[in-house]
C-alpha cells in the first residue's frame, strides 16, 4: 500500500525560502518515478517537479525553474523540494506521488494522495 506524509510548508513571505519534505513508503524509486504537485485554491492540481531513481533527470514546471530543487534521499525513502525566491502564486497545497517522470512531465497519479502540505507565500 502506498503511503505518502508530506512536511515542512508554511507561511512566508515573498522571497523567502522552504524545505519541502516526503516520506514514502510502499514503493521504491526502482520501479517508479516520484514527484510533487501542487493545487492552488480553485485550480486543477498541477505537476511542479519529478525524478527518476539516483536523483537523474529532474524535471521543472517552467515557473518554478531556477528556483525550486528536488532530490532524494533513497536510504531514507524521503523526497525534498527545496524552494527559494518564493512567489504569492507559489500558494498551494504540495502533494507528492509516485509517477512517471519525463522530459515533458509527470504522469497521472490515480491511487490515494496524502494530506498535503500548505505553502502560503504572502506578497
Known amino acids: 500500500e502506498v503511503q505518502l506524509v508530506e512536511s515542512g510548508g508554511g507561511l512566508v513571505q515573498a522571497g523567502g525560502s522552504l524545505r519541502l519534505s516526503c516520506a514514502f513508503s510502499?514503493?521504491?524509486?526502482?520501479?517508479?518515478?516520484i514527484g510533487w504537485f501542487r493545487q492552488a485554491p480553485g485550480k486543477e492540481r498541477e505537476g511542479v517537479s519529478c525524478?527518476?531513481?539516483?536523483?537523474?533527470?529532474?524535471y521543472y514546471l517552467d515557473s518554478v525553474k531556477g528556483r525550486f530543487t528536488i532530490s532524494t534521499d533513497n536510504a531514507k525513502n524521503t523526497m525534498y523540494l527545496q524552494m527559494h525566491n518564493l512567489k504569492p502564486e507559489d500558494t498551494a497545497v504540495y502533494y507528492c506521488?509516485?509517477?512517471?517522470?519525463?522530459?515533458?512531465?509527470?504522469?497521472?497519479?490515480?491511487?490515494?494522495w496524502g494530506q498535503g502540505t500548505q505553502v502560503t507565500v504572502s506578497s
Open positions: 506521488a509516485p509517477t512517471i517522470c519525463t522530459e515533458t512531465g509527470l504522469g497521472s497519479y490515480h491511487g490515494s
Open positions: 510502499g514503493f521504491t524509486l526502482d520501479g517508479m518515478h
Open positions: 525524478i527518476k531513481k539516483n536523483n537523474k533527470d529532474p
